[in-house]
């Protein structure tokens, strides 16, 4: 079965501390990877996305993610948290296709990791 | 420029009713998408609606139902309502069925007794 899978479901860490948060999806070919938060209260937004090209992929607020091909994961990093980033991430893939291949896009999200983060 | 807009945000209906979630896509968005996400765990897809018509569907039971209208808003319907529907219900909204990007309101809170 299509899967993604998120290591850590609860994470707490002290401002300044640095943060990695890990994504394995279980899908072969080509695939679009997306990091989404939702702070408290507030709905999901998107932190950044990989497609194509360099895996090293820049995110709002700091945010940077890597795509491993050959490890199939897109790990979430940040050097330096803030009490701000306290929310949950939520790892997320799509297989592209197309319109008369049946495949219209869905996103296929992890379990997410509830991120505290403590001043 | 609105986003995402859901009505209402919080429901709580009783075991075997129905109930009917809506949904307002972003401006420019002429595709929906609706996901069901229980507590503790990731937004799982129901189904996606493009031109008026189910183009894709998750692994969901005929109680769950929906509709698109012609000014791209959205309905989920769910039918005969068990405990275990109850969780938050979220709307995206693409420019597209193939675009990439989802925009996601803040979602509906069904709570079922």
């Known amino acids: 079965a299509q899967s993604v899978s998120q290591h850590n479901h609860h994470v707490i860490l002290s401002e300044a501390a640095s943060l990695e948060l890990g994504c394995n999806y279980s899908y072969g070919g080509t695939v679009n990877l997306f990091w989404y938060v939702q702070y408290p209260g507030q709905h999901l937004q998107l932190l950044l996305k990989y497609f194509s090209g360099d895996p090293l992929v820049k995110g709002i607020k700091g945010f940077e993610a890597e795509f491993i091909k050959s490890k199939f994961s897109f790990n979430l990093r940040k050097p330096s948290v803030q009490w701000s980033d306290t929310a949950e991430y939520f790892c997320a893939v799509i297989r592209p296709g197309g319109l008369f291949s049946g495949g219209y896009n869905k996103l296929i999200f992890g379990a997410g990791t509830r991120l505290a983060v403590h001043p | 420029d609105a986003g995402v807009t859901q009505s209402p945000t919080h429901l709580i209906k009783t075991r075997g009713q129905q109930v009917t979630l809506r949904c307002s896509p972003k401006s420019g968005h002429d595709t929906v998408s609706w996901y069901q996400q229980a507590l503790g765990q990731g937004p799982q897809f129901i189904f996606q609606?493009?031109?008026?018509?189910?183009?894709q569907r998750g692994n969901f039971p005929d109680r769950f139902s929906g509709h698109q209208f012609p000014n791209y808003s959205s309905e989920l319907n769910v039918n005969a309502l068990l405990l275990g529907d109850s969780a938050l219900y979220l709307c995206?909204?693409?420019?597209?069925?193939?675009?990439?990007?989802?925009?996601f309101g803040q979602g509906t809170r069904l709570t079922v007794v």
């Open positions: 995206a909204s693409s420019p597209g069925p193939l675009n990439t990007e989802a925009f």
């Open positions: 609606y493009y031109e008026e018509e189910e183009r």
